[in-house]
């Protein structure tokens, strides 16, 4: 309470106007000059708090609370340079600076731990150049989708097209796993797509091969033909043999790497009711 006294008695100082002898030029540049900083002051912080409140999304919004704190108490300072020219109430104004004081120190502590993180921040040009990165993985990814419906599509009317064929025809993906038949294929061998798809197409019709199957996938990629007889057995029990055609070419699909694509046919004027085709990965078996 004797501190408060102290600071709000009437002052038994003289005011700052004695020392400049009451000089109206003198009293004035400084009274001009401290209310435009002090007004500048003011309005600063307003317009840092308005920042702040539109831009939520700003990394170390409270930064700008403190420089608020920081500027308002500076501005108040100078206020205070204005009060005492005519009043002499320097306990006040050694308040006012020692309320500056404590706002400035941890200020410029926190600015200083801040730093490093600060630099770290990515700058204008990183920014405009990780969105147009961005803007471009996107445009990718929409030709992508795109190319990918139109394959489908594609696939869909040569899956409609093969279902329409009296040759029996089944297809393999890159895991051997069966992944089309026809209905002539249903017909031969007696199961249904539904029943079939997923399962490796030699083990479900037991094939047999005339010779060695990595000599026959070895014949077809080095010389993108293999011939021979397969024997297939159907779901009564019942064996089917043929002359087959295996031919093998790269397609290339959107994908990280290529596959190729064989397919054998009947050649025997006896055995017209097959023919079959198979796609598979380089190091997967053909038939």
């Not at 003011?42 to 831009?55: H, M, N, Q």
Request: charged share 20%; net charge neutral; hydrophobic share 45%.
């Amino acid at each position: 309470m004797q501190l408060w006294g102290t600071i709000l008695d009437p002052p038994i100082y003289m005011p700052h106007g004695f020392c400049y002898l009451w000089n109206p030029p003198l009293i004035w540049l400084h009274v001009v000059s401290d209310a435009l900083i002090a007004l500048s002051y003011a309005s600063i912080p307003v317009t840092l708090v308005a920042f702040v409140r539109k831009r939520r999304d700003v990394p170390f919004s409270w930064v700008f609370v403190l420089f608020g704190i920081f500027i308002i108490a500076c501005g108040a300072t100078h206020a205070m340079e204005i009060w005492n020219l005519w009043h002499a109430n320097y306990w006040l104004a050694g308040a006012v600076k020692a309320v500056t004081a404590a706002a400035s120190v941890p200020t410029a502590i926190l600015l200083v731990r801040l730093l490093p993180e600060a630099i770290d921040l990515p700058s204008g040009r990183e920014w405009i150049r990780a969105n147009a990165a961005l803007e471009q993985e996107v445009h990718d990814r929409r030709e992508l989708e795109l190319n990918l419906r139109i394959s489908e599509s594609a696939y869909r009317e040569q899956a409609e097209l093969l279902d329409l064929t009296h040759d029996a025809i089944f297809v393999r993906n890159l895991e051997s796993k069966i992944t089309f038949w026809n209905r002539a294929a249903e017909r031969l061998y007696g199961w249904r797509k539904e029943e079939v798809r997923g399962m490796t197409s030699h083990e479900l019709l037991r094939t047999k091969f005339p010779e060695l199957l990595p000599e026959i996938e070895r014949q077809v990629f080095t010389r993108g033909l293999w011939e021979g007889e397969l024997i297939h057995h159907r779901r009564d029990g019942g064996e089917s043999s043929f002359p087959a055609v295996g031919r093998c070419a790269p397609i290339f699909t959107i994908g990280p790497s290529p596959y190729s694509k064989a397919i054998a046919t009947s050649r025997s004027a006896s055995t017209k009711r097959i023919s079959s085709a198979a796609s598979w990965n380089q190091r997967q078996t053909p038939w």
